[in-house]
């Protein structure tokens, strides 16, 4: 059942048999309306909706609950409470009373907020009483998280707002002379391309002047389209746009093409839009091409979805929010992400019409350049050209933890179901036709077709039968060949001072939900090919080979990297040289070294039984003869320090920034800071609580000292 359907008897008994979920609470409610229960209200309105169910256990148990009657009406009382809850959503069939095997439960129907009624807080203060659900849990929001919930219901829109101090002496003229002649030969004879440049700005909202006490100046809109790099960095310091291409299969290629603002280029939207769009279409193997001016010849619905995907992504971003524009190009596939939670819910979004942007100032001036769509067909015409090639349906993300939606277009064919229905018996007018009938004749020949048209569906169920028998026999030899055929693989051969995780689905135990789940939410953590992880990070006896072998200028690169002795970890490495280590390594041992990523950290973690308490965090650092914190040396804590001792590199870029993931927490953490949500990072630069560990698949001819 969706967070969004009505509630009756089969669906709330149909919820019995489902976990809880971002979605589902169960709540006991033996005392009494729980206090809980508020909590999840406001969670569960400010995320995505869902249900909750009164009388049953965490485990799904009915215990029902003995006055029902008394429950419910406590609970109307407590919702139009405003010290209680700041808002009812809720409407009269949103409350459903049922039994289960002579036991009541009361089913609450929560629907999502529209953004202009979030925040939906407990008591009085919204900073400290605001929720968001994150799988089974309710997690008070941060204080820049209601803040952006506000930011989103106020109006005029965000992107209107006057930037003080701000001229058009920030603005790169030359993308606002390249958007005009855009606009002039989408609307040649439009009325305000006879308007100067601060009047042209004007009319599009990239300029403006308040009715009150705001003075008059570039909007937010403004800048973002025509500024230069350094006046968007000082105007908006969050800003920042990214268009990654991948198209290499060789693993050390990152990206063959990227474009991010690097001083070459104005940085603003408009000319990022301009190169992206290019590179987006250019290997579609479609009808395409560009005029002088940029403009299409020959568009097919596929281009427009793109375009549509594109400018949809720049215009719902939420600028004053960190992570910025990715825009990734695959070989099966394209992704957009931008900073930013639905304004709608999933399903108002998936129906289409319905048109609520973020930045609306910033779509007028997309749309007068023939990009972009007001009336909320847009995510249509995203559908519309997919479905023209056959290929899988386009599919959104909202991850509200991280603040941001993610589209992916793939480029490659779905499943084409193939009907085959009866065909049609003949009829006919025309006395002359030989399969004219008379009214007479029609009983005998309707009797005639019934039996032709049921000989005709049992003649194709009888050659499914026979195609379905056919490939079950086909799949049958197939499993048998395997089984007699390929030996049982055996455990690969332990590599010395590592430890194996082999394959398997790894649960999330409970101790180590806290820092696992809310940060990456991920469980369970899928492991397809089994590895063996370094027990300790990289020693500085381990890197002085490597380091010897480094010229001149990258060992002078180099300070603080062995300051914590021969059997101390390595620290302060760039991401790159730890990169250049494990290729080293691997040729000088054949085992394959390289970077973990985050699943496979994750899955060492819960295979060794790592107990963050006993980790090197704060109240358990040992020091040196000084008296100062250091991290450990090999075998001091065993597995543990996996999760805390320095930080550690991880392969993969960063998602929503410049750097790479790193994982863990280091011997300075605050050991108070246990929980909080900063086992998982970015970082573009090394430090001297950094360090890194390798892992290796299974060795082949591997030899190691």
């Known amino acids: 059942m969706t967070p969004t359907s009505s509630l009756d008897h089969d669906d709330i008994i ?4 489902q976990p809880e979920s971002d979605t589902l609470e169960f709540k006991s409610a033996k005392g009494g309306l729980p206090q809980s229960l508020w909590e999840t209200y406001s969670a569960m309105a400010n995320t995505k ?30 919702i139009n409470n405003r010290t209680k809850v700041n808002a009812n959503l809720l409407e009269g069939d949103d409350v459903v009373v049922t039994n289960h095997q002579d036991k009541a439960i009361l089913a609450i129907h929560i629907p999502r907020a529209e953004h202009h009624q979030r925040p939906v807080f407990v008591g009085q203060n919204p900073l400290t009483g605001t929720y968001q659900r994150r799988f089974e849990g309710d997690y008070r929001c941060t204080e820049q998280e209601v803040r952006n919930m506000y930011a989103d219901r106020t109006e005029p829109p965000a992107d209107s707002r006057i930037l003080p101090h701000f001229t058009l002496a920030d603005l790169d003229l030359d993308s606002l002379h390249q958007y005009r002649n855009r606009f002039s030969s989408h609307k040649p004879n439009h009325a305000w391309l006879s308007e100067d440049d601060q009047t042209l700005l004007a009319r599009l909202g990239g300029w403006r002047k308040g009715r009150a006490n705001e003075g008059e100046g570039l909007t937010i809109a403004g800048l973002l389209m025509f500024g230069r790099e350094d006046t968007l960095r000082e105007g908006l310091h969050k800003y920042h746009v990214d268009y990654r291409e991948k198209l290499s299969e060789d693993p050390d290629v990152r990206w063959t093409d990227r474009i991010t603002p690097d001083g070459t280029w104005p940085g603003n939207l408009y000319q990022f839009y301009i190169r992206v769009i290019q590179r987006l279409s250019k290997d579609l193997s479609l009808p395409f091409e560009l005029d002088d001016e940029l403009f299409r010849k020959g568009e097919t619905v596929v281009h427009e979805a793109i375009r549509e995907a594109l400018v949809n992504t720049l215009i719902h971003a939420d600028y004053q929010t960190d992570g910025g524009i990715i825009v990734e190009k695959y070989p099966d596939r394209i992704e957009l992400s931008n900073p ?115 000989w005709y569906k049992l003649e194709w169920s009888r050659k499914l039968l ?17 089984i007699i055929m390929i030996p049982e693989q055996a455990e690969p051969e332990p590599i010395p001072n590592t430890y194996y995780i082999p394959p398997d689905r790894y649960r999330i135990p409970e101790y180590l939900s806290p820092y696992l789940v809310a940060e990456k939410l991920v469980a369970p953590v899928a492991i397809e090919t089994g590895f063996h992880i370094q027990k300790s990070e990289v020693t500085v006896r381990d890197f002085r080979p490597f380091f010897d072998t480094l010229s ?13 002795g021969k059997e101390g970890p390595v620290a302060n490495i760039p991401w790159q040289l730890a990169t250049d280590y494990a290729k080293w390594l691997s040729e000088e041992t054949g085992f394959g070294w390289r970077l973990p990523d985050e699943k496979e950290w994750m899955a060492a973690l819960i295979k060794l039984d790592v107990d963050p308490d006993k980790a090197i965090l704060g109240y358990n650092t040992p020091t040196d003869n000084k008296g100062n914190k250091r991290p450990e040396r090999i075998g001091e804590s065993g597995s543990n320090h996996l999760f805390a001792n320095l930080r550690e590199w991880s392969q993969e870029p960063c998602p929503y920034s410049e750097g790479y993931l790193i994982h863990g927490k280091s011997y300075l953490s605050d ?7 900063n086992v998982f990072s970015c970082q573009s630069s090394p430090d001297h609580s950094l360090g890194f560990r390798l892992v290796s698949e299974a060795p082949k001819n591997g030899t190691m000292d």
């Not at 149909?14 to 048999?17: G, I, K, T, V, Y």
């Not at 995510?379 to 941001?404: C, M, T, V, Y």
């Not at 026979?466 to 395997?482: K, N």
């Open 14 to 17: 149909a919820l019995l048999d």
């Open 671 to 677: 050991p108070e800071s246990k929980w909080d949500n």
């Open 552 to 564: 001149r200028a990258r060992q002078n690169a180099l300070y603080g990297w062995d300051e914590w």
């Open 49 to 78: 909706g869902g249900t909750i169910l009164l009388g049953v256990t965490d485990t799904g148990e009915v215990h029902g609950i003995r006055d029902v009657a008394q429950l419910e009406k406590d609970f109307w009382n407590t």
């Open 340 to 454: 930013g939670c639905l304004l709608v819910s999933r399903e108002q979004l998936s129906q289409g019409g319905v048109s609520k942007c973020r930045n609306k100032t910033l779509q007028t001036m997309f749309m007068m350049i023939g990009a972009g769509e007001k009336a909320g067909s847009g995510i249509d015409k995203i559908h519309r050209g997919w479905a023209s090639q056959n290929w899988k349906e386009p599919d959104f993300d909202e991850n509200r933890e991280l603040d941001r939606v993610k589209w992916t277009l793939p480029m490659v064919k779905g499943i084409q179901e193939e009907s085959h229905a009866t065909p049609p018996r003949k009829t006919a007018s025309d006395k002359n036709d030989p399969t004219h009938f008379s009214e007479q004749d029609s009983s005998a020949n309707d009797s005639t077709s019934l039996i032709a048209e049921r």
């Open 466 to 482: 026979r195609y379905l028998s056919f490939a079950v026999l086909v799949l049958l030899i197939i499993i048998i060949v395997e």
